[in-house]
């Protein structure tokens, strides 16, 4: 278990000698504790200090790379069971499964559509992240040709996807340039893919029948020397894979070795949406990779949304996003209301002005979600800002008159902003919970 | 080599809430584990489906929404039974014509819409007001009058309305839902202050106003997460079962509402706008939530077989 | 620009302005306390005074109430406006004429009940060296006779005498020194004894040497411990030679004209031209007033006030040295030196001895300075194992936790709630502000007792007289939890005013449902603060060995009433102390104690700041905290077992 910054300063020299560029051993401590910072900025530790948090701080679960460096797929470096104790650090990869069992004509196409596939969420562009070829056929030939397709028409990176050591060995005698996930080692075959792992140095995903098996399987492939593992459990079915996922995250954060790894799932139901449903149980929960076989734009656009959304970081505080909201539908003699797009600030503020049954518009100004004192006193809810706003948010083609409501708690802001915009300022209640008396009192008249 | 499975052992459990008359009751909450841990705990009930239903008809659904409901939209009582045939476990009136810049219903009128709904479908009922917190606290006594002796769930109290809706709850033997803007202390509070009030707390459901997927679905979802451990750990103020107001979250989001056309690279919009409303409720029901609310029959199909599939 | 003469009574003060400048700038120059929290920025409405002679331009301003009348739209236009009534607000009104002003009490800052420390009652006593070492300090030299032989001069023989004596090596001697030298220690002098003082500086290798005297120097000289706080500004005089506290006074700080919080005052210095040297000024007058009424009463030459030592937070730090203070507020932030080196008096402008050594006691953060250093300093909770937690219950709610080995800071902006501020009725604990409530619920009505400082009749309500308003008020049924009313709606001491609930307390003393709602905020604000800083180190509260109370509420505070709104953490009563103002007491023991400097320092690099601003712990632990006690009730269970 991590340990705390207290903690750990107990096993520092407590000198405050400033030699890793911190104020004070505690301030390092705490750094150390929230991992902002390696261990051996401090040159003096003592050796059971050191062996011991060497040992506190070794990562529960490796980081593992796939793909060709710049363009690689890292999971796994978890550190938690929930996001809010911390976060959810390295974005699970979407993969979609092709066969070589498909036409041949109809291989390149499908490759060269997935890979382009792209949405725009938040200014970034996302789409999947690998492509999962399938030696269905069991001809090493056929597998060698797809991958030969897939390596001319995509620069995804690829889990390949056999049982079967020569056909693995023929696909990565042309594909082990692009650093695939070897897909699988099994009881049967986990000396010849772990060569072949080891030859070309490759991540290699490892599949149990189980997680006995799957543990057992792991210990015999690091006595070979292999360290790049993703864990397949073997389950197919929900609520098993549930199940075996908590259990490798439970016992990969006790350092149980065998499971420090990330794990890849597969949701390939004969029913499209409830394969999509599976995806996003297994995204939510603890999957390194999600194997799918939908092309479908608007399942990709789910599951990419989801994932973003569980992936983000809890720690930043709740915003809404700065753009005007109606309460009602305003008209254009409708009361225009400033606040700050701190969520829970937004939400007093629209909920007190629908209880007024006065229809008008909301414009959040964008003060990195603090709430409205908070921001005036870190100089993030200023006079320029609000005349901004007033400018370039649109609000002066929505009403005809020109005056604004500023919250009661920055009155001290009204002379400037009157100055700055042109807009006659009212000052509003100091809490939100006056604004219905306030717009009574002052507008509806 | 044998794996030592760990597993946690909790103190505490979700209450359990029984909603509608036997033999239609249904039963909620009572879980002792994480969501779907079977190893872990008791979890004796399913998460079951309230269908939306409105006293009027609703006007800014988009086509894809009313065409499953043709004919019967203005129609609760119809409406309902449809809702049924479909498939719900239960259904939700909201008597979205008693807000004041709308219809501006009477609580007499919304008391006898709630009344001739639970007489036609017999099944457990969920009453919503319209959201206006003074307006429902004059709606829902009369609603709760008119149900007497039905073991509703009725909604929404809040920390400006609670005292009025608990009250009545506590008077004529319904269930509340207790609504609290996407925060685990104001959730928490809002539960003391009712139960403060001598409200039994195995009546009481928690609404946390939750996000639709890519609107803030995640920090309904670590809200939840956090709710349910705290229940598991004992916090008696936060052992309520959780209902989530999926659909009405959903289908305000581009992703539901744009069609095929307006949007093409993302699909078609039948597919997205069922997965949008769909993933939203597996994800919340992953955090713990117990009662989803939602609109598409089609979700509500692809989502009981997803349950049921599990157990 | 023609001037025109402003008169204010009853202070009988006259000042000349322009037409430009406003009553409140005429107030500022003539140096009289006015209320004006929002620094004139017409929206506060504390500012109002009386026109008894003369006419005034009134601003054209929309937020006018009933008790202003509205100029008439015709003369708005003109720019001309008349006030149709005697009351205007000073930030708002211009001069047409020559004017008669008057102050109405209610806008003056009333007169200060000095806050000092308590006497060590129950602090541990704390270590002064036996005989006073102050930063300026005397040294006798007996130099040896004149030798025509040694080539030596006048000053490197005193050098080297000084060496011999004290192993001292001055870095500078000051020209004041040298022209008095040359004056004394002629060739044919017998008397070879003189006295040099000296002027070290914390933290810096600087030695000056500053005055040379004939003779040992057996007289008496001074020292001034100044709490340069944000709303008032305490000074005691000390006689440095043995030690002696003569006098302590404490009045407001002027910079109230320029806005209540520090936060304003920073936007004013960015904001206004010389806004800076106003402020400064301001605060630099304050200390002058303070030295001018204590060297008066006290018989002495304020030319003898030889060494200061000042602790402020470091806005006022920054304001009272003339330091540009906008990196202070805006990110990433910046001091200009959490040390700042000792100046003199002369340079600040402080009317004592020019050279005189004026010290600031080092700080570590943008929010957390000297103030608190010299608070710790005097609190001795550096010196044990056990665990202390210090809390400062001013505006900013600094608070520090540790022990020998560690510590740990934070301030978590509680506002001046508790200081009376924002409240209608809300005032320092002045002579008759109500400090106790006892309110008890009857069928129809509630029965509200109180207790008033010096038993004058009722002014207002201080910090501790508000704490225990609102624990009276939960306890008695009147509020909820959250500090809703929860009375009906027709009761007899219920009123609507401007759309808001306010209950009457005693008279026409009242408290609304938002003032309630702020008294809330400020109290969670503080204990998400303390929940926060342990949380940080993953401790519980109950590690806690002792808590240190300091700031405004001293032993008026209610413990009880302050953990039954959970302000201050459910921990038996005997680990609590009350230090009053130990800011001053930390800066007169750096006045007299070289160790007590050096421990400063010692504090300051030992101290870790963390920003609550950053990540999300402090902004659920305050909502947490809206709650009375809190969401945790579990947090609080003496009050769960007196309920039973
Ligand atoms: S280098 Fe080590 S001993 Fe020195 S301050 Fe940093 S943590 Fe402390
Ligand atoms: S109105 Fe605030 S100072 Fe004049």
Redesign the pocket.
């Given at each position: 278990m991590a340990l705390t910054g207290l903690e750990i300063f107990k096993q520092?020299?407590q000198?405050?000698?400033?030699?890793?560029a911190?104020p004070?051993?505690l301030a390092?401590a705490v750094a150390l504790a929230s991992s902002k910072v390696a261990l051996e900025k401090?040159?003096?530790l003592s050796d059971n200090a050191r062996a011991m948090l060497t040992s506190a701080f070794a990562p529960p679960m490796a980081l593992i790379k796939i793909g060709p460096s710049g363009q690689e797929l890292a999971i796994g470096s978890e550190t938690v069971l929930f996001r809010h104790e911390k976060r959810f650090e390295h974005t699970p990869g979407l993969a979609v499964l092709i066969k070589d069992t498909l036409p041949v004509t109809e291989i390149a196409p499908k490759i060269s559509y997935l890979s382009s596939i792209a949405f725009e969420r938040l200014g970034e562009n996302y789409g999947l992240d690998l492509l999962a070829l399938e030696n269905c056929s069991g001809e090493p030939d056929n597998f060698k040709k797809m991958v030969a397709v897939a390596l001319e028409k995509s620069n995804l990176p690829f889990i390949l996807m056999s049982e079967n050591p020569k056909a693995m060995a023929a696909a990565l005698s042309v594909a082990a340039q692009r650093k695939p996930l070897i897909y699988s080692a099994q009881s049967t075959n986990y000396q010849e893919m772990t060569g072949l792992a080891q030859k070309y140095n490759l991540p290699l995903a490892v599949k149990g029948t189980g997680l006995d098996d799957l543990a057992t399987l792991v210990e015999k492939i690091t006595a070979l020397g292999h360290e790049q593992l993703v864990l397949d459990s073997g389950a197919r079915e929900t609520n098993q894979v549930l199940f075996d996922q908590t259990q490798i995250r439970r016992l990969a954060l006790m350092r149980f070795k065998p499971f420090g790894y990330p794990t890849i799932t597969f949701a390939l139901d004969s029913d499209p949406i409830q394969s999509i449903v599976k995806a996003g149980i297994f995204l939510i929960k603890y999957a390194g990779i999600v194997v799918l076989t939908s092309d479908n734009p608007a399942d990709l656009l789910s599951l990419i949304t989801l994932r973003l959304n569980i992936y983000s970081d809890p720690q930043k505080p709740m915003t809404v996003e700065s753009k005007i909201y109606s309460v009602g539908s305003p008209g254009k003699d409708a009361p225009v209301v400033i606040t700050t797009n701190f969520s829970l600030t937004y939400y007093c503020v629209a909920n007190d002005f629908e209880a007024s049954r006065i229809p008008g518009y909301i414009i959040p100004v964008d003060t990195d979600g603090a709430s409205v004192l908070t921001s005036w006193a870190a100089g993030k809810l200023t006079a320029e800002k609000i005349s901004k706003v007033l400018q370039n948010s649109g609000i002066a083609e929505l009403v005809t008159h020109r005056k604004v409501i500023i919250p009661g708690g920055v009155a001290m802001l009204s002379k400037r902003l009157t100055e700055l915009s042109g807009w006659e300022v009212l000052v509003g209640p100091r809490e939100s919970s006056g604004i219905p008396s306030f717009l009574k009192r002052e507008w509806v008249t | 080599m044998p794996v030592k499975i760990i597993r946690e052992n909790w103190s505490g459990k979700v209450n359990t809430t029984s909603l509608g008359v036997e033999p239609k009751a249904i039963k909620i909450g009572g879980e002792g584990a994480l969501p779907f841990l079977y190893f872990e705990g008791e979890i004796p009930y399913r998460p079951v489906v309230a269908c939306e239903v409105w006293d009027e008809k609703p006007n800014d659904w988009p086509d894809l929404l009313t065409a499953p409901f043709a004919g019967v939209l203005g129609d609760p009582v119809a409406w309902a039974k449809k809702c049924l045939a479909y498939g719900a476990d239960l259904i939700c009136l909201r008597l979205a014509g008693a807000h004041p810049e709308t219809k501006n219903k009477s609580p007499q009128e919304c008391a006898l819409v709630a009344q001739r709904v639970y007489a036609a479908i017999n099944t457990p009922l969920i009453v919503v007001g319209c959201g206006e917190d003074a307006k429902d606290a004059a709606v829902l006594p009369a609603v709760a009058k008119a149900l007497t002796g039905k073991y509703c769930l009725l909604g929404w109290a809040t920390a400006e309305n609670y005292q009025t809706i608990t009250t009545a709850c506590d008077i004529y033997g319904h269930s509340l839902i207790a609504s609290s803007p996407l925060d685990i202390s104001l959730a928490k509070q809002l539960n003391i202050l009712i139960t403060e009030m001598g409200f039994n707390p195995g009546s009481v459901i928690i609404d946390p106003l939750v996000g639709a997927l890519g609107y803030g679905l995640e920090y309904a979802y670590s809200i939840m997460e956090r709710i349910r451990l705290s229940a598991l750990t004992g916090d008696k103020m936060l052992a309520m079962p959780i209902i989530c107001f999926v659909g009405q979250e959903t289908w305000k989001t581009k992703e539901a509402t744009s069609t095929s056309l307006e949007c093409p690279t993302w699909g078609e919009q039948a597919r997205r706008a069922i997965l949008w409303e769909l993933l939203t409720a597996v994800t919340l029901t992953q955090a713990g939530g117990t009662i989803m609310v939602m609109r598409h029959p089609e979700t509500v199909s692809h989502f009981l077989a997803h349950l049921l599939q599990g157990r | 620009m023609p001037l025109f003469k402003i008169l204010f009574l009853p202070d009988k003060k006259q000042v000349s302005i322009s037409e430009k400048e406003n009553l409140l700038q005429a107030a500022r120059a003539a140096k009289i306390p006015l209320k004006a929290s929002c620094a004139g920025a017409g929206v506060c409405r504390t500012c109002q005074v009386k026109v008894k002679k003369g006419t005034v331009r009134i601003e054209p301003d929309e937020h006018q109430d009933a008790s202003i009348k509205q100029p008439d739209k015709a003369k708005e236009k003109s720019g001309l406006n008349k006030a149709t009534t005697p009351y205007v607000l000073a930030c708002q009104a211009f001069p047409l004429s020559d004017l008669t002003i008057e102050i109405p009490e209610a806008t003056r800052l009333t007169k200060l009940q000095v806050l000092t420390y308590d006497s060590a009652e129950n602090l541990k006593a704390c270590p002064l060296s036996v005989s006073p070492s102050p930063h300026y300090y005397p040294v006798y030299l007996s130099l040896p006779p004149f030798s025509s032989t040694a080539t030596k001069d006048k000053l490197s023989s005193l050098l080297v005498a000084l060496k011999q004596k004290t192993s001292l090596v001055p870095t500078r001697v000051s020209l004041k020194a040298l022209q008095s030298l040359a004056k004394i220690l002629r060739p044919n002098d017998k008397d070879r004894e003189i006295t040099v003082f000296l002027t070290e500086d914390t933290g810096y290798p600087a030695l000056s040497l500053e005055e040379i005297i004939p003779g040992h120097f057996k007289e008496k000289y001074y020292g001034l411990a100044v709490d340069l706080g944000t709303t008032t500004v305490v000074a005691e005089l000390l006689e440095l030679t043995k030690g002696i506290s003569l006098a302590v006074k404490g009045i407001y700080n002027q910079q109230l004209l320029y806005g209540e919080d520090v936060i304003s005052r920073l936007i004013y210095a960015q904001e206004n031209e010389n806004g800076l040297s106003y402020l400064q000024e301001a605060i630099v007058d304050t200390v002058n007033t303070l030295i001018k009424e204590l060297t008066i009463s006290n018989q002495i030459s304020s030319s003898e006030i030889k060494a200061v030592v000042c602790a402020g937070n470091p806005t006022m730090t920054h304001l009272f040295l003339g330091l540009d203070p906008v990196d202070l507020r805006l990110k990433p932030y910046t001091v200009a030196a959490h040390n700042p080196p000792a100046v003199q008096a002369q340079e600040v402008g402080l009317e004592i001895y020019p050279q005189a050594a004026i010290k600031c006691v080092p700080g570590i953060a943008n929010y957390l300075g000297g103030d608190v250093i010299a608070g710790i300093v005097a609190s001795n909770m550096t010196e044990g194992d056990e665990l202390t937690l210090f809390i400062d219950v001013g505006t900013n709610g600094e608070m520090v936790l540790g022990n020998k080995e560690w510590l740990i800071a934070c301030s978590c902006s509680a506002g001046p709630a508790f200081e009376g501020s924002g409240l209608k009725y809300g005032v320092l604990a002045i002579p008759g502000a109500i400090d106790r409530f006892k309110i008890t619920s009857t069928s129809t009505d509630l029965e509200v007792e109180y207790t008033t400082v010096d038993h004058l009749p009722p002014k207002g309500i201080c910090g501790s007289g508000l704490i225990s308003c609102l624990a009276n008020l939960y306890r008695s049924g009147v509020i909820d939890r959250r500090g809703k009313f929860i009375l009906a709606p027709d009761h007899p001491r219920l009123r609507i005013l401007n759309g808001e609930k306010e209950l009457v307390l005693v008279e026409d003393i009242t408290i609304s449902e938002s003032e309630i709602n702020n008294l809330i905020r400020a109290k969670a604000a503080i204990f998400a603060g303390i929940r926060s800083i342990l949380q940080f180190l993953n401790l519980s509260l109950e590690v806690i060995d002792s808590l240190i109370l300091a700031g405004g509420f001293g032993r008026y505070l209610n413990l009880k009433e302050a953990v039954a709104i959970g302000m201050l953490p459910d921990l038996p009563p005997q680990k609590y102390a009350y230090a009053g103002n130990i800011a001053l007491k930390g800066a007169k023991m750096m006045l007299l104690s070289a160790e007590a400097r050096k421990k400063t320092l010692e504090i300051a690099h030992k101290m870790i700041y963390l920003d609550l601003s950053e990540g999300n712990t402090f902004t659920e632990e305050f909502l947490a905290a809206l709650f009375i006690p809190h969401t945790n009730l579990n947090l609080f269970p003496s009050l769960i077992k007196d309920k039973k």
């Open positions: 520092l020299p000198t405050n000698c400033k030699d890793c911190f004070t051993c390092f401090c040159p003096h | - | -």
